[in-house]
C-alpha cells in the first residue's frame, strides 16, 4: 500500500526532487491509488472470534 508520505520519500529519493505532501496525494489520486484501510484491519482480527 502506498501512502502520501511513503511515496514523497521514494520520489526524492530516486530523483532528487522534493515535492509537497499535498501534491503528492493529488498524483496518487490522479492515478487511481486511494486509502486502503483492509490490511490493516486483516492484519488486527482475531481468527478465534469466527
Known amino acids: 500500500m502506498w ?5 514523497m520519500k521514494l520520489i526524492e529519493r530516486e ?3 522534493k515535492m509537497p505532501i499535498r501534491t503528492i496525494g493529488d498524483y496518487l489520486k490522479c492515478l487511481s491509488f486511494t486509502p486502503q ?14
Open 3 to 7: 501512502t502520501r508520505k511513503t511515496a
Open 15 to 17: 530523483y532528487d526532487i
Open 37 to 50: 484501510n483492509s490490511a490493516i484491519r486483516a492484519y488486527k482480527q482475531n481468527p478465534k472470534s469466527r
